[in-house]
């Protein structure tokens, strides 16, 4: 059983605060912790600020026009608010973006090489990589050759999760990896994020609108609305949280909800008076 208390706490997100052009507040006062080790699920519904979250913690905000005015962000105790995003993949943080960003024009293999681009440590520890992404994505090895830009979502998503883990990294941030994929392939890539943090140890921090398929795989979990933190604690617990089940798993006691009702209880919700 994983145990966040007694875990080393890698990344430490401590309210923050995020205006994109000057005027827009999006992130009102968000903190977090990350232990090493461990599956951290962001939820939340579109909007929410999660996406915003994991650009503020790797550093791709600015593109956007946005910046953190207030609050620290602690990678391993030493504050990278402001680090250039090449500079965190190096240290061994790394975003794999929502939409499935993978160089089109190139094949599934030469997309997983370019994640090891920053490596130091020789062709043959990359040879071996390469094996070990294919080994948790067979499908991969078998699209190897194939252009990425013709390869399905699931494979696209594939791709780039296997270019992430080319840079050896010690954290994934992974922004909706549900997105735009049918429920056997989403069981299917959250199946892998386990493995690979089982497997590799990779801590994981993933920003996901599939509430329900994020909590049975996620060791513990925080829930933003209107970018705030209006709930958090270990999955298991969130998963059985009344609130929880009734709004964003669409359950109650008396049983599943419907669309009508489910939308009435969100105007009623407490966190929201």
Known sequence: MFDAENRETLLDVNNIEVIYNHVILVLKGVSLTVPKGGITALLGGNGAGKTTTLKAISNLLASERGEVTKGSITYRGENVAGSNPAALVSRGIIQVMEGRHCFEHLTVEENLLTGAYTRRDGQAAIKRDLEMVYDYFPRLRERRKSQAGYTSGGEQQM????????????????????????????????????????????????????????????????????????????????????????FYLGMSDEGRKSFRDVRSYRRRKRWLA
């Open 159 to 246: 791709t780039a999760m296997g270019r992430a883990l080319m840079s050896r990294p010690e954290m994934i941030l992974l922004d909706e990896p549900s997105m735009g994929l049918a429920p056997q392939l989403v069981e299917q890539i959250f199946q892998i994020v386990k493995a690979v943090n089982e497997g590799e140890g990779v801590t994981f921090l993933l920003a996901e609108q599939n509430t329900n398929v994020a909590l049975r795989y996620a060791h513990q979990g925080y829930i933003l609305e209107n970018g705030r933190v209006v709930m958090e604690g270990p999955a298991a617990q969130l998963r059985e949280n009344p609130d929880v089940k009734e």
